[in-house]
């Protein structure tokens, strides 16, 4: 019912930047969260970056790199990534979710998010 769109994926050099972008659209219910995952070819998703009423969490590969943001009157959500590495290569994944517990930040576990968008693929070379 509640329908996400990713944005922004491209191929960059390494120390480059790119901005994800997550529009959602559809009818919610209750306090919703979203956040970025993403997953590299034989690896497990991994949480990236989660917000939720100005509150953020950040996967420790990433911080002081990425930052994410929202706008929620429009209901979409940004990732700013700085100085990319090869390592970052991989499909990105923007998902929203409730009824996840948390209290330092929002939560980076897949199993805490219900809906999810098809993904954007961001690859950077060396």
């Known amino acids: 019912q509640v329908q996400l769109v990713e944005s922004g994926g491209d191929s960059v050099q390494a120390g480059g930047s790119l901005r994800l972008s997550c529009a959602a659209s559809?009818?919610?219910?209750?306090?919703?969260?979203m956040g970025w995952f993403r997953q590299a070819p034989e690896k497990e998703r991994e949480g990236v970056a989660a917000i939720s009423v100005g509150f953020t969490s950040y996967a420790d590969s990433v911080k002081g790199r990425f930052t994410l943001s929202e706008d929620s009157a429009k209901r979409i959500i940004y990732l700013q990534m700085n100085s990319l590495k090869p390592e970052d290569t991989a499909m990105y994944y923007c998902?929203?979710?409730?009824?996840?517990?948390?209290?330092?930040?929002?939560?980076?576990?897949?199993?805490?998010?219900?809906?999810w968008g098809r993904g954007t693929r961001v690859t950077v070379s060396s």
């Open positions: 559809g009818y919610t219910t209750g306090n919703w969260y």
């Open positions: 998902a929203a979710g409730h009824g996840g517990v948390w209290y330092k930040g929002p939560p980076l576990r897949s199993e805490d998010y219900n809906t």
